[in-house]
């Protein structure tokens, strides 16, 4: 999938998809010296924004796991990333289905909290996955990446009754979303 | 280094020894064929599969299994052979799924000995095919390499097999799903789950190959270190090995040591032996075999299938845990946070349309072209509509998921045991004087201005770990429905109610209830508790009476506290009673001096961590003279009202919900039957 492309949800069986889940991950860094506490952690975060009609409604984060509706669950803050390979270290599940009928777009981010850019960062990507077949639909390779610190992933947004996958990749510059949303605003 | 194949893509292979290994998200089975130079399978003796699992170099599962290590010795294989295709079909008859489209994409890998993975490839595309040829390995130029290939075959094995020039095509794939069928028969891993004892003729029917025939068979240099498929096939539970020499067994064993030498199956297994370790191809059984531990739990009643495009049935007990009161608990709580999202997902809804109707009738009212003729009219009518557009597809959504949620409370309310039910629940007319203390108890009843009809039991956990507080006084919404005398004796009766359930829920003499009524003024009400003779001695009434009975529970507190951080639990004294205690204070603070006040507050800090509770009747104004004094004494307190009040909020969304005291039907005599039984249980027990 490249940038701008979109893809819709829908299964070519006909079927739609029900459930997607973004997935983050990436390689801790490296003990360093004799005190291994001081090495320099990467703490890479996931969100996603759920708008209504360009109105951010709620958000799901490391410190508000579940939309309030309970359709978009994050499985919880990983602080230090993993051995990077190619394992989810954060990932946001979204129940489609349950998603309230007024959010019409969620957007998806990537923020590094501690502040390294992606350039430092080394085996990160996130992705987004089919969850009830666990295929990937879209994978962005962020390691390598430019001199910066956010990237905007992605929307699934509505189109009729089902919903389409735009893949954005816009970089930026933050430590949470909140960072973000002058950047998120244009790609709604 | 890993390559992740492609369909037709191909690498080689650095190895002779390898293993294929397989994982697909439901049992398969795996087999593979031999093909010669151009390709073609000679014959049925060129097939590896369930039924005839070891070739030379080659070796795959015996069963069906969600996960597969096939071991392949390229080197032991014939000269003539020059292909090694490797298949996956899913078995029929097992209820299981019967097209690959339905299930997981399949995963295959090809690893060295290490485990090193090799290449790998995952299956995808794939419909309703029921058998597929997920890799090949070929040789090419003495090279071998491996391919993707991920053909499917609707027709299933047979089709596949047909395709590969065998003749007896449709005979083998026959064969093949009869094996299947017969180890998936002795599987411990088989869906659905299965009584215990249908597990054990398992045990010597077990398809382990003896010793000779595993020599025998094994492919060359594969045969060691090798993969749990073929691992130690050990009955007995000092872990004798199957290649060991079976006379050095444990003599009193004479029938493993038959089974294991693939002689006739005993038809009697020895009874009372542990389950033995999975066939071939199963999970590895970590526990200890000689060691029976916690029963587990018997499995939890599951919703039948649901009708397609239908919500399931509900059922109760339809959730995880050890035991059935346990999942009823974690059902209960998971029917609170599903209707706190749901209607936090309406109402967010609602207010969204709301806000939008009002921003597009501003503008239509700040454009002055809206001014004449009607096309401000046509706006406003254009932006109600759509308001009232997105207020009924979120009610539809609400609507949907409450008729779901009353269904559950339907099912879950007759089921529950009499800690978690109501008074008027049936449940209550049965009751038996309970042998342990029950998870939780409810407190009452909770609902939301939306769904009035749903009420969600409260449940908390036993032992309290907070004290209660019956608020007497006029509660914010409902003040008008009742006088103050009204509010405390209503106030009076719920906490009544609530001392008489818990004594009813714990074991006769694990639960002993205090009362202070200084005045007397709640003697009526008292009246059922005092009768039953369940109370630790009379209502304590005047100053004297409120000092008395707080010095024994302070002095009581500090006693277990001081044993307890001294790690000196067995020094209380002799004769100490260990109940649980609950202190009902009526009237506070009449008759309370300063510092009976400062014990209540001790009591009400330091008691629940020792198990003395506090519960208050009173109206926090009657207090009002102490000031802020008081202040973290209501707060620790939790806050129950006699009539229904939204105070309570949920720990997902905070909303504010209607909590409802659960009320003894009037009329009913089922509080004074219960607390007969109690006090019967407990002259009768002695305590």
């Known amino acids: 999938m490249t940038k701008g492309q979109a893809i819709s949800l829908q299964k070519n069986d006909g079927g739609t998809l029900t459930a997607v889940r973004m997935g983050l991950g990436w390689q801790a860094a490296p003990r360093r010296g004799l005190f291994g506490s001081r090495t320099r952690e990467i703490d890479l975060d996931a969100s996603a924004v759920l708008f209504a009609d360009k109105q951010p409604v709620d958000v799901v984060f490391f410190r508000h796991l579940v939309s309030d509706d309970g359709s978009v669950r994050h499985t919880g803050d990983n602080l230090v990333g993993g051995v990077g390979q190619g394992g989810d270290d954060e990932a946001i599940l979204v129940d489609l289905a349950r998603v309230p009928v007024h959010i019409d777009q969620i957007i998806f981010t990537v923020n590094s909290f501690t502040g390294q850019t992606f350039q430092e960062v080394q085996n990160a990507f996130c992705r987004l996955v089919d969850e009830t077949n666990g295929q990937e639909l879209a994978r962005y390779t962020l390691a390598g990446g430019g001199n910066y610190t956010a990237q905007i992933m992605a929307k699934v947004h509505r189109s009729g009754a089902n919903w389409t996958m735009t893949a954005i990749g816009t970089p930026a510059n933050g430590r949470t979303f909140q960072d973000l949303m002058p950047a998120i605003l244009p790609v709604l | ?687």
């Open chain 2, 1 to 687: 280094m890993t390559a992740e194949l492609v369909r037709g893509q191909n690498h080689p292979l650095p190895e002779v020894r390898l293993e294929i290994r397989v994982s697909a998200g439901t049992p398969v089975v795996a087999g593979a064929t031999l093909g010669d130079e151009q390709g073609r399978v000679r014959g049925v003796e060129w097939v590896a599969h369930p039924g005839a699992p070891t070739l030379p170099g080659l070796e795959v599962s015996k069963q069906a299994a969600a996960d597969h290590r096939l071991a392949v010795d390229l080197e032991a294989l014939s000269p003539s052979v020059h292909r090694v295709i490797v298949l996956l079909a899913l078995p029929p008859g097992t209820g299981g799924p019967v097209r690959f489209g339905a299930v997981a994409a399949p995963f295959v890998a090809v690893t060295g000995l290490d485990g090193t993975e090799v290449a790998s490839y995952t299956i995808t595309g794939l419909d309703a095919e029921s058998a597929v040829v997920a890799l090949v390995l070929y040789r090419r130029q003495g090279v071998w390499k491996v391919r993707a290939v991920g053909q499917g075959y609707a027709g299933g094995l047979a089709e596949l097999l047909t395709d590969q020039g065998l003749p007896e095509a449709r005979q083998l794939a026959g064969s093949i799903h009869e094996a299947v069928a017969q180890g998936l028969a002795r599987s411990v891993a088989a869906p659905p789950p299965r009584l215990p004892d249908a597990g054990r003729p398992r045990q010597t029917a077990s398809p382990t190959p003896g010793p000779d025939q595993t020599h025998g068979t094994t492919p060359q240099g594969v045969s060691g270190n090798t993969s749990p498929t073929q691992g130690p096939q050990t009955t007995s539970p000092y872990g004798t090995s199957p290649y060991g020499d079976s006379g050095a067994r444990d003599a009193s064993r004479p029938d493993h040591a038959s089974a294991q030498h693939g002689g006739p199956a005993p038809a009697d297994p020895p009874t009372g032996t542990p389950p033995a370790p999975p066939t071939a191809g199963g999970p590895v059984d970590y526990t200890h075999p000689g060691r029976q531990t916690t029963a587990p739990p018997p499995p939890p009643p599951t919703a039948p299938p649901a009708q397609p495009g239908q919500p399931s049935q509900p059922v109760a007990g339809d959730a995880t845990g050890w035991s059935m009161d346990e999942r009823l608990y974690n059902q209960v709580w998971g029917m609170f946070e599903d209707l706190a999202r749901t209607t936090a997902a309406y109402r967010s809804a609602v207010d969204f349309a709301e806000s939008r109707m009002e921003q597009e009738l501003d503008k239509v009212l700040s454009d002055p072209r809206s001014r004449i003729g009607g096309q401000g009219d046509a706006a406003r009518e254009a932006a109600r509509a759509k308001h009232a557009e997105l207020v009924d597809q979120a009610r539809v959504a609400l609507d949907r998921d409450l008729a779901q949620l009353r269904a559950e409370v339907d099912v879950v309310e007759p089921a529950l045991p009499a800690a978690f039910a109501s008074w008027d629940n049936p449940v209550w007319h049965g009751y038996r004087v309970p042998m342990e203390i029950p998870m939780a108890l409810r407190l009452g009843d909770l609902h939301l201005p939306e769904s009035e009809d749903v009420r969600i039991p409260m449940l908390v956990r036993l032992p309290l770990e907070r004290g209660l507080w019956i608020d007497s006084g006029p509660s914010g919404s409902h003040d008008s429905l009742a006088d103050s005398d009204e509010l405390r004796g209503l106030a009076l009766d719920t906490a009544v109610a609530l001392a008489a359930r818990l004594l009813a829920v714990y074991p006769p003499g694990d639960f002993g209830v205090h009362v202070i009524d200084p005045a007397g003024a709640g003697a009526s009400a008292l009246a059922p508790l005092v009768q039953a003779g369940v109370l630790a001695g009379p209502p304590a009434a005047g100053a004297a009476g409120v000092a008395d009975v707080l010095g024994r529970l302070t002095q009581r507190v500090d006693l277990v506290h001081m044993a307890v951080r001294g790690g000196a639990a067995d020094s209380l004294p002799p004769g100490f009673d260990t109940a649980e205690q609950l202190l009902i204070v009526n009237d506070f603070p009449h008759g309370f001096d300063d510092r009976a006040v400062t014990q209540l507050r001790y009591l009400a800090d330091e008691g629940p961590a020792v198990g003395v509770h506090l519960m208050m009747v009173a109206d926090r104004q009657d207090a009002a003279a102490y000031g802020p004094l008081l202040d973290p004494l209501w707060r620790s307190l939790m806050r129950l009202t006699p009539t229904p009040d939204d105070h309570l909020a949920d720990p997902w969304v905070g909303h504010a919900w209607t909590y409802e005291p659960s009320r003894v039907p009037p009329g009913s005599r089922v509080l004074q039957q219960v607390l007969t039984q109690v006090a019967e249980a407990r002259r009768s027990w002695n305590r």
